[in-house]
């Protein structure tokens, strides 16, 4: 069986998976607008965790969430399950697929056979839609990539009960009702405002503040942990950074989009020239990336590179605070 | 970032089929996407991920050698996890597990015991306790 569903290709998989799934039920709605209503741009340094043994660092909020505040936005339901056995879940899949429904799908990164070894971590995170089956192997719209895959039963048991932290305990997901009239701009205006509030919180470890927090710890690492550590802890960054349309340089550029979408359906141009103050902040995470990566690259061990790549986070974060502060009193108009 | 300033570094994962795609402003200062070849930070970033995973892999095989780890340990740090990770898929405490990376308590191991390891590795009982710290 197969439904009949379109796969776009996205830079971040929940947005993917909620733009695509909207789209398949009539709802036109683009990447960026997914993320900016759904309030995606984050940043949030978690002391004492630890993630491939490093600093934790997130540039997304929990999993799931950019869908639910989305869809709570525009007023539509999402149904949400998660399972205690396999079977279970396999059953309640196999149900939608009956029923016509494409399913959203969290997944374990780790297990995902069409991804090439170096990608495969234990990451619990990642979103993807089955629209199908064709005998035992599952039609999977992975938003990340560019053509739809399979999976096969055994590797989809696997990837919908990965372990570890956010174990997605064969969560699936799908939305079931829809409002009659959707008013967009009260969800953009609201998904806005949140962003606004989170990047600039008073609390140390989130958004602009979280990011000098960062830039701190960058410059104690190479003597409190020699260069090599200090390296490996740099080029970790730049990977939840950059990796697989994730955090810094690139969700800026997202985001960047939906404020230009977002000042054609508000009437508002202010939006327009903040969307290109936000690209060039976007490129300023890429310049950050690029130089951090010539530090682990080259192993250079002077303790200069580290304030230099500190003092270069602080610069981003004080352009945030004042590009989310202009924002902010915008939307209030 | 512009439509041609998208990175398309060819690098080592450019065969293996994942194109990422981006968000870029074009010549009219629209923003659109671009399909991108993949961007040589992000790359040596992973690489230097994976070096790490190799090492601790190499380290765990040598020290089991030695007899002072288990082989849990090699086969951990060889499927990328950690404690907590290996803890939570066969369901046991963190500080079990550790306690299973000594050689002496991991010798009295039960099958049961053992083949939650070794579901969790995706390799046979038998893989583990015959492994003799070959490469």
């Not at chain 1, 909207?22 to 759904?38: D, Q, R």
């Not at chain 2, 981006?22 to 070849?37: I, M």
């Not at chain 2, 290996?86 to 053992?114: C, D, E, I, N, Q």
Request: charged share 25%.
């Amino acid at each position: 069986m197969k439904i009949d569903f379109t796969h776009h290709q996205s830079a971040h998989c929940e947005n993917g998976v909620a733009s695509n799934l909207l789209k398949h039920n009539g709802i036109n709605i683009s990447e960026p607008m997914v993320f900016g209503i759904g309030a995606g741009l984050f940043f949030v340094y978690l002391p004492f965790v630890k993630a491939n043994h490093a600093p934790a660092i997130s540039y997304r909020p929990m999993p799931g969430i950019i869908f639910n505040r989305l869809s709570k936005r525009l007023g539509i339901k999402i149904k949400r399950v998660k399972f205690s056995t396999p079977e279970q879940a396999k059953k309640a899949l196999e149900e939608n697929l009956k029923n016509n429904i494409p399913t959203g799908l969290q997944v374990g990164v780790y297990g995902l056979t069409y991804f090439p070894d170096e990608y495969r971590f234990h990451f619990n995170a990642h979103n993807l839609v089955v629209f199908g089956k064709n005998g035992s192997e599952y039609l999977v719209s992975d938003p990340i990539m560019e053509m739809t895959t399979t999976l096969t039963e055994e590797t989809m048991e696997k990837v919908r009960f990965s372990k570890g932290i956010f174990a997605p305990k064969g969560h699936m997901y799908y939305p079931i009702s829809f409002p009659d009239q959707l008013n967009w701009e009260k969800a953009i205006r609201k998904g806005i405002k949140q962003t606004c509030t989170l990047m600039l919180a008073k609390a140390p470890i989130i958004g602009v503040r979280g990011m000098r927090l960062v830039a701190g710890k960058i410059r104690k690492w190479a003597d409190k942990y020699g260069t090599q550590k200090a390296n490996y802890y740099l080029a970790q960054i730049v990977r939840m950074q950059e990796e697989i349309g994730t955090g810094g340089g690139g969700f800026r550029f997202i985001y960047a989009a939906f404020l230009q979408e977002a000042s054609v359906v508000l009437k508002m141009d202010e939006l327009a020239i903040l969307s290109k103050e936000m690209t060039e902040i976007g490129d300023l995470w890429r310049d950050f990336a690029v130089d951090a990566s010539r530090v682990y690259k080259n192993r250079s061990n002077q303790s200069d590179v580290y304030n230099t790549l500190a003092d270069e986070l602080i610069e981003i974060s004080y352009r945030e605070e004042a590009f989310f502060k202009k924002l902010q009193k915008a939307i209030k108009k | 970032m512009k439509e041609d300033e998208v990175p398309q570094d060819k690098s080592y994962l450019t065969d293996s089929l994942i194109r990422e795609m981006c968000y870029a402003v074009d010549k009219d200062g629209n923003y659109t996407t671009v399909v991108s070849e993949g961007w040589e930070p992000k790359d040596i970033a992973l690489k230097n991920s994976i070096q790490l995973i190799k090492e601790r892999t190499e380290e765990a095989r040598i020290e089991f050698i030695n007899g002072h780890l288990s082989p849990l340990v090699y086969f951990m740090e060889k499927n990328k996890m950690d404690v907590g990770i290996l803890a939570s898929y066969v369901g046991m405490w963190k500080w079990r597990v550790k306690r299973h990376f000594k050689p002496a308590v991991f010798k009295k191991l039960s099958h049961k015991t053992l083949s939650k390891y070794a579901n969790a590795f995706d390799i046979s009982v038998e893989e583990i306790i015959t492994f003799k710290g070959e490469e």
